[in-house]
């Protein structure tokens, strides 16, 4: 069997796409609040959306209050697509090698993954926590001791 083949096999290299598909959304979202940031007056772009609050400013323009609601519904979409990231566990080395590379690549700041997940134990952890707990996981299936 060829190793494309393989590697098709593991459902975490379809999974990392997705939610690199969710993340380019997500930015490209951003970029465009940005843009029209830049182009209305100071006025009319004071509406904050997060998961906590939503608060509206009646006077701002509508594009503004719009493109908050997307950037929180594409925040929403990026991180349920890095939440199924934790709950695949590679089933090949280069799935396994894949995520890890993932991993590294997409948080160019240190805030691209979700970072108040709750645990088994009741316990706020960071997305970071759960990936090394599925690395420790898949790796005996692939490293026999005394094998390497």
Known sequence: MAAGAVQALDPILEAIERHKAALATWLACVDRQC??????????CQS???????????TDDPRWIQGER????????????????????????AGLCALVDHAIT?????????????????KNRPWQHFLLKNISAAL??????GAV
Do not use: K
């Open 106 to 122: 997409s948080d160019v700041d240190g805030f691209m993954w979700p970072d108040d997940l709750l645990s088994s134990e009741g």
């Open 35 to 44: 843009r029209l940031e830049e182009q209305l007056p100071h006025g009319q």
């Open 140 to 145: 005996p299936q692939f490293w026999q001791e």
């Open 70 to 93: 997307e950037i929180m519904r594409t925040t929403a979409a990026a991180d349920a697509a890095a939440i199924e990231l934790l709950n695949l566990v590679p089933t090949t080395m």
């Open 48 to 58: 904050q959306i997060t998961s906590w609050c939503e608060e509206i400013v009646e």
